[in-house]
């Protein structure tokens, strides 16, 4: 068995076990740090930023720091929390994100942490970025204009055989998800759902069955993303 591990965040006692990130040690504890790109049985890619926290004084991002005993560790503050509201700007921003049209709506991570954070008109200029969706697949479908390059579907979406169906192209600003058409044209309809259904925006679609769950339905119709994990969301 792993050693416990002892230390606050926000000046509450926080037991997890060693090996655990302050993100698994938080939500097992019911404190809530936002996260965008992380899911709990996925390695934690590290790559939008949306769950920075302070460690003894220095941030970091809570999904890919280890917890260390005695760590005293900032999470609801001002500070973060403009930080985080900042980055969602950034999002929106550089992509094209017109929430009423999106099948996601409603689902969307993304849109229920611009919601949280009281984001209303961004600061920051659009790019009005002209990314081509991907539609060659018989059953999906790639919306390049909404995705926030996560890396969840590159981690999580494999065939029975364990090939990856998505994977990253190019570098820097150039970076998008390119999808294996000669691939996705032979998998099973669950597994075009599991590839939507991981998707934190509406980047990846299944054809034809987008609005299956009606406005006032989904996800976060009734609550606010983090209104599950307890007291301190």
Excluded: W
């Excluded at 097992?28 to 049985?41: E, K, R």
């Excluded at 999106?102 to 790019?127: I, T």
């Excluded at 090939?163 to 691939?183: E, M, V, Y």
């Amino acid at each position: 068995m792993r050693e416990k591990v002892t230390f606050t965040i926000d000046g509450q006692e926080i037991t997890g076990r060693q090996g655990q990130s302050i993100v698994q040690a938080a939500k097992q504890n019911g404190v809530y740090i936002p996260t965008l790109c992380y899911m709990h049985d996925l390695l934690a890619p590290g790559t939008c930023r949306i769950c920075t926290v302070k460690v003894n004084g220095r941030t970091a991002s809570a999904c890919t720091t280890t917890i260390m005993q005695g760590s005293v560790v900032e999470n609801d503050t001002p500070e973060l929390n403009e930080l985080r509201k900042t980055i969602v700007e950034m999002l929106f921003v550089e992509g094209n994100h017109f929430c009423p049209a999106c099948e996601k709506s409603g689902n969307c991570d993304l849109q229920a942490l611009a919601y949280r954070f009281q984001m209303l008109v961004p600061r920051f200029d659009y790019s009005f970025a002209q990314r081509q969706i991907h539609a060659a697949p018989p059953k999906l479908m790639l919306e390049h204009n909404r995705c926030v390059l996560c890396r969840r579907c590159v981690q999580a979406i494999r065939t029975e055989d364990g090939k990856p169906l998505f994977a990253f192209t190019n570098r820097g600003n150039k970076t998008s998800i390119k999808i294996d058409t000669a691939l996705a044209a032979t998998i099973s309809d669950e597994l075009a759902q599991q590839a939507m259904d991981i998707c934190p925006v509406g980047a990846i679609l299944r054809k034809e069955k987008g609005f299956d769950t009606p406005i006032g339905q989904r996800k976060y119709d009734h609550q606010p993303i983090g209104s599950e994990i307890g007291r301190n969301s």
